[in-house]
């Protein structure tokens, strides 16, 4: 069992940056694949970013490539997602996920969730 709890949300204007942190609980943190989802009002959840176990390999949604940066320490149980030159089609609310095996850009391999964190970018 993994719990997952998101911080580093709020509001940022436009081309500014936030850090999202996703803190975990349990021994086996670094077995397990961990992925950044958003939420948008009224719009689908959507993939924006997955690291594997080691941290070794990462991906990306194309309307964030280059902008953000996920990454993760096994250390402290942490993943974060670094994220400049924000833009208000950014504002959703962010999921860090967590599954075990390979990185997936697909939403439901994931297995623990965490409640999410609101970023907002104003124009």
């Known amino acids: 069992q993994v719990q997952l709890v998101e911080s580093g949300g709020g509001l940022v204007q436009a081309g500014g940056s936030l850090r999202l942190t996703c803190s975990a609980s349990?021994?086996?943190?670094?077995?397990?694949?961990m992925g950044w989802f958003r939420q948008a009002p009224g719009k689908e959840r959507e993939f924006v970013a997955t690291?594997?176990?080691?941290?070794?390999?990462?991906s990306y949604a194309d309307s964030v490539k280059g902008r953000f940066t996920i990454s993760r320490d096994n250390a402290k149980n942490t993943v974060y997602l670094q994220m400049n030159s924000l833009t208000p089609e950014d504002t959703a609310v962010y999921y860090c996920?967590?599954?075990?095996?390979?990185?997936?850009?697909?939403?439901?391999?994931?297995?623990?969730w965490g409640q999410g964190t609101q970023v907002t970018v104003s124009s």
């Open positions: 996920a967590a599954r075990r095996g390979p990185s997936s850009l697909t939403g439901s391999r994931y297995d623990y």
């Open positions: 349990g021994r086996t943190f670094s077995i397990y694949a």
């Open positions: 690291i594997s176990s080691s941290g070794g390999s990462t």
